[in-house]
């Protein structure tokens, strides 16, 4: 008898381990271009297993994550120790609006230790396998590939290398777990993902308490009734110092990029098929002013759009400005809204900013171009600050 119970225990602990949930290998830091090119192993850290001793929280309990959850998250967020967080049950679920280099990375990181977040997801944007209209096969991301490149008339040398980059990509993103649906290489390609009562059933089947969105926002992506809405503002100078510091690197000079919007003359996208142009030209209102807003050319940006992302902005309950994120304002109201606040010390994707890369008379230029950026953003302030 005592030999039977041994056995079944032994069998009981294989079953566990098998499972990745107690015991095998600690898992070694990655980085994130490993973490894209190889899969990773779903078994928890010592680290994760010690935070399943935490004792319940009021409200939602945040889950360990690894790679296989959020590789965008595993790679870039400096601190990922679970916080025990009261949330107010009655809360509803958070869409947070991630607005380029506006602390959105910073957000996810924080929400991954104390939500519930969408998963899989990447940079806490939520991902969809295959996702409507994506290839279902290696072979046929390949075949798209080389289809695209030799209807652009390119020579059939690049479209083999269309072919095997279409292949890779492919790859890419079944280890990733899916396509974007919410992130930011979904964004310009269509004017609607989903619905608002898909997106309701999607959070509330899982018990997913956070998700984000770093795209324009088009139909089914604003549903105040289900969800609570937030995202941080930045001032555009702001943003164009640290876009141009964080990846600097693979854009156009700045006076081309300056150039081309003032004349009205650049092209919807550039060789990578990017438009980084657009991070310049009024990128606050083209987020929200929905898909007509983000496709629109270089200096097409009008009232409409305006009118159409302050709409927006204004059913928001949590608008927090990224010059005042540490004031006890700003604080307070994440506090009372969100159950938690952004601490001091995270500066994920952070650029030193102690020298700016923009000359005054460039400065004087993004000013001019970003007129409706500027005046949304004077709007929150009066509005959420006032």
Known sequence: MLFQLLVAFVLCACAVCHQGSLCGEDDEPVSLLQSSLSSSSSSATRGEREREKVSPMQGPKPAAYTADDDRWAVGHCFVKDAVVTNIDSTRKPVMWVHIHKSAGTAMCCEARRRERVVTPSMNCNRLAWPGEGNPTSR????????QQA???????????????KGAA????????????????????HRPSWTTCRERAAFMQDYNFTWSAIARELVDGDVCTDSFMYGTILRKPLDTAVSSL????HRMAPLEDILGCIQNRSCSPADKDGGDQWKIFDNFIVRTLGGFDAMVAPAGGVNSSHYSNAKKVLMSFELVVLHARLQEIRSIQAMDRLIGWHLPEENKANAASEATSPISPQQSQQLQQINTLDYRLYELAEKTYYS
């Not at 072979?139 to 080389?146: F, I, N, P, V, Y």
């Open 139 to 146: 072979q046929e991301a390949a075949d798209r590939a080389a």
């Open 150 to 164: 030799a209807a652009e008339g390119k020579p059939q040398q690049q479209v083999a290398v269309a072919e095997e």
């Open 169 to 188: 990509w492919y790859e890419l993103k079944k280890s990733m777990k899916g396509w974007a649906l919410d992130g930011h290489q979904a964004y310009r």
């Open 245 to 248: 510091k964080f990846e600097g």
